[in-house]
């Protein structure tokens, strides 16, 4: 009981009266015991921009080479974790931080965590950010132009815009200074496997992928 009395409650938002617990397991033994670094990966860009397939494909090259990943998409989390939010800007937003919590328990536990959004402002992404170790948020652009994500439009999300439905024509405000930035090559856009080959050799350089 004396134990008890000893911990530090605090107000957390609309939470009162809560304790932070250590877990007995540290970070780095988690890190250690599956090789390799937890992070995220924040893949952002247009509808359309190919931040899916991208993820996809990340995902089971690095499944290949052994190490532990999850994808958390921004369709399939509507479907549960975020199905009570609308697209409206305040909606949006939740949804953006509600992502970018979970993905920091991905991270702590050691897995790379790919989080696959339009996330049209920078503040939001920024928030994600703030939330985890710099040096373990990786932030990837799909730099597609507009005008190619409109006639690819996969989910006709482009053409429920121009009939006039909101909450899918927020304006998108792009990377200032991302880590990683996806474009063309030779004038030709690369293919899913070149650009999560891109991604992977970025997470060798930079001691994510442990020997």
Known sequence: MQVMENLVRTTVGMSTNIVWHECSIG?????????????????????????STLASMLNRQLHCRGHVSYVLDGDNLRHGLNKDLSFKAEDRAENICRVGEVAKLFADAGVICTASLISPYRRDRD???????????????????????????????????RAGF???????????????????????????????EQVVTYLEENGYLKA
């Open 166 to 196: 909101t909450g899918i024509d927020d304006p998108y405000e792009p990377p200032m200074d991302c880590e990683i930035v996806i474009q063309l090559k030779d004038g030709k856009y690369q293919t899913p496997k070149a650009m999560a």
């Open 27 to 51: 970070k780095l033994e988690r890190q250690n015991l599956l090789m390799q670094k937890g992070c995220v990966i924040w893949i952002t860009g247009f509808s359309g921009s190919g931040k």
């Open 127 to 161: 928030a994600c950010r703030a939330l985890v170790p710099d040096s373990m948020f990786i932030e990837v652009f799909m730099d597609v132009p507009l005008k190619v994500c409109e006639e690819r439009d996969p989910k006709g999300l482009y053409k429920l815009a």
